[in-house]
């Protein structure tokens, strides 16, 4: 097979494929693919879209219902009807301001509760530690108190035992 003939067979494989690809988009429509000379940057179809006929152009032709005049009772209905809808967003609106502004209270109030909660246990912890400390002074005088009341009566008895030995001797 000469170089033209591949090249055709494969131009005819490409357009069979686009044009099942566009029936299957387009399954009311007659589609018309023409190529175009080759290009640079690859090949060009032409794809021309054509009602298949004039039966199903009546199907796709959708008329709106007829416009009737409104009365004035239809009118005051409608408005009416906006009112409402107008008060009940703003109902909606107050009442999810009301719930964030209970939210927000009770937010505060809970901050307020832990930080006196706080403050109440530091100035526990304070006093029990201050406690602690005046004990632990207590203790330590106590203790500096009895050496010191040993000491004077170990000086006393070195007194006593030096009076002894200087009357014995005399």
């Known amino acids: 097979m000469s170089k033209t003939a591949i090249a055709y067979k494969e131009k005819m494989k490409e357009i069979s494929v686009l044009s099942l690809i566009c029936s299957c988009l387009y399954p009311e429509t007659q589609l018309d693919i023409k190529p175009i000379n080759k290009r640079a940057s690859g090949q060009a179809f032409e794809v021309i879209l054509k009602p298949s006929s004039p039966v199903s152009e009546a199907a796709h032709c959708i008329t709106s219902p007829p416009k009737r005049d409104l009365s004035l009772e239809d009118i005051q209905k409608k408005l009416e009807a906006a009112e409402d809808r107008r008060r009940s967003q703003e109902a909606s609106v107050l009442r999810a301001l009301a719930e964030k502004r209970e939210h927000e209270r009770d937010v505060l109030l809970r901050a307020m509760e832990e930080n006196s909660n706080f403050s109440r246990m530091a100035e526990e912890k304070l006093q029990l530690k201050m406690e602690q400390i ?11 108190m009895e050496r010191l009341q040993e000491k004077e009566k170990h ?16």
């Open 155 to 170: 000086a006393q008895e070195v007194r006593r035992n030096k009076e002894l030995r200087e009357e014995v001797t005399a």
């Open 134 to 144: 005046e004990e632990n002074r207590l203790a330590y005088m106590a203790a500096l």
